[in-house]
């Protein structure tokens, strides 16, 4: 929303002013500030990932991990709405005001991404499939971000992974969000759950927040969306002490087949 405004606002003086100093129809307005709104548009991807460039790319220090959350945000948001895409969330007051490790359904690629944009005020990173993380540019920022590969076909990976993001959310306060099913589910049901996602929770010792979303066709193009986030669930710090990964596991599942009618 608030690059959105400020794009619009910042094209429309451009025009305005190219459209006072110079003999042009009317019919020129519009196509000169779309042209002014995509151009002021690039100009600040390409310096966000200047940026990027220039930042330490490992273990950035606290404010400048700050920095680029922010802006990161910012930009999932703009281009999220480029898309045509509408997010929602609810339940974010029942959200741990300390870190957590966030669970929920996987319907999309978009996930990730959607509830990334919209929990403002958490600096929450993913675990992700390898093949995103070796995308080039994207690859990089999420790498700098502390997003983590995961390779659930090798065991050594997976638990490399799994302590890596306890470390996360314990030493360098990020939330971390996974998705227990494991990959993403076209279906109308949950897929199987992996307890061994819960593990994070446990080395941690932290709260788990659990979370739907879904998906509703909105506009003409295939992904113009309304997305609907929703906290459905928090297991406190004293439950995840008590209880293994399996009953993690299954009380995450019932709250996300409760919610979504299954």
Known sequence: MILTLLFTVLSGLITAL????????????????LGFYLAVGLLYI????????????????PRGRYICHRFIKLTLSWILSLLGMR???????TLPQIPFLLV???RSAFDPLCTAAVL?????????K???????????????????????????????????AAELIKDVGLSVGIYPEGTRNKG????????????????????????????????LLPWNKRVQIHI?????????AENNTAAMSERAEAAIRADMGL
Not at 22 to 28: E, M, Q, V
Not at 120 to 128: G, L, M, S, Y
Not at 189 to 217: M, N, Q, W
């Open 18 to 33: 190219v459209y006072s100093s110079a003999t042009l129809s009317l019919w020129w307005a519009l196509p000169l500030w």
């Open 46 to 61: 390409v310096v966000v990932f200047g940026v990027w460039l220039i930042m330490p790319q490992k273990d950035p220090p």
């Open 87 to 93: 997010i929602t969330l609810t339940g974010a007051e």
């Open 104 to 106: 929920g359904n996987h």
């Open 120 to 128: 403002t005020k958490q600096d929450i990173v993913f675990v992700a």
């Open 130 to 164: 390898p093949g995103v993380m070796n995308l080039p540019i994207l690859g990089t920022i999420l790498r700098h971000l502390h997003f983590l590969p995961i390779d659930r076909e090798n065991a050594r990976n997976a638990v490399t992974t799994i302590k890596r």
């Open 188 to 219: 109308t049901d949950l897929l199987p759950f992996h307890a061994g996602s819960f593990k994070i929770a446990k080395l941690a010792a932290c709260p788990v927040a659990v979370a739907t979303v879904r998906y509703e066709k909105h506009g």
């Open 232 to 240: 459905v669930d928090i297991m406190d710090t004293a439950f995840v």
